[in-house]
């Protein structure tokens, strides 16, 4: 037996790697679209095919109709039918990386990352995010704006018309939603503060606690000096507080008290 960490080891598990990567993919490629393929649907396909447990890459369709229903390159990816993997994005994307290194090494930066995707990667065989990403890339734009710029996420709306959908009857104080809404508040409030502190108490739920917690990060990100004047104003640089001898502290002092401890950490 090889001793572990020789230079052949490495070797075999790297190509370990990109064997698995790329069967797997050839495996699930036929039935890849979650809305019709479902867990029950996969393992009902197998049933009529006589091919549970699953040891081998997905038999031909048993059923005609199955046919029109699995992805179009199913017939180059079923067993007994496959001559070379499928191209597929989630395998260009791997060498894409591998020449990324070979060509900057270790210490590439997202704008090489780009450029790479420019002259390596065609357009049409990019999706969703990717592509959008893509098309930013192609107009001028600069990481880290190329991938949210015009980008194809859902409006906050169905955002959180879908964070309820899916966190029914865990309880408007539950960790899982609210701390759901909360990233929808600071993910659409695109670095705003009004915006960000708005949305997320608009959100619903645990409001005051989402509220002070989407202020604290975006307060944070954006400045003092950038928070507007009426978030501002109105505290009067004072606080209540139910801790004993602090109960009307200026917010500034706080703020110093803190700096302090910041400089004082080793």
């Known amino acids: ?67 029109f229903e699995l992805r179009p390159e199913w017939r180059q990816c079923v067993r007994g039918r496959i001559h070379g993997s499928c191209r597929d994005d989630d395998v260009d994307y791997a060498i894409l990386g591998l020449d990324l290194l070979e060509t900057h090494g270790f210490d590439f930066s997202t704008e090489q990352v780009g450029e790479l995707w420019l002259l390596r990667l065609p357009y049409l065989q990019t999706f969703t ?77 645990d409001t005051d606690s989402n509220g002070a917690t989407a202020g604290s990060v975006a307060g944070v990100l954006t400045g003092a000096d950038a928070i507007p004047v009426q978030w501002k104003e ?5 606080v209540r507080s139910a801790v004993f001898g602090f109960d009307g502290v200026r917010i500034s002092e706080l703020a110093e008290r803190t700096v302090q401890l910041a400089q004082a950490e080793p």
Request: glycine share 12%; no cysteine.
């Open 1 to 67: 037996m090889t001793p572990v960490g020789t230079e052949p080891e490495l070797g075999d598990r790297i190509l370990g790697g990109w064997l698995g990567r790329i069967s797997g993919n050839m495996l699930g490629k036929p039935v890849e679209q979650g809305d019709l393929w479902t867990r029950d649907r996969i393992d009902r396909y197998l049933r009529q095919a006589a091919a549970l447990p699953l040891t081998d890459y997905l038999p031909e369709p048993a059923d005609e109709s199955d046919g």
């Open 129 to 205: 995010a990717e592509r959008a990403t893509y098309r930013n890339l192609a107009n001028g734009l600069k990481p880290p704006l190329t991938a949210t710029y015009d980008n194809t996420r859902m409006t906050w709306e169905d955002t959180l018309t879908t964070v309820a959908e899916e966190t029914a009857g865990l309880g408007w104080i539950h960790t899982i939603p609210n701390a759901a809404v909360l990233t929808a508040g600071l993910l659409y409030g695109d670095g705003d503060f009004t915006r960000t502190i708005t949305l997320t108490v608009r959100g619903g739920l």
């Open 234 to 238: 109105p505290l009067e640089d004072t």
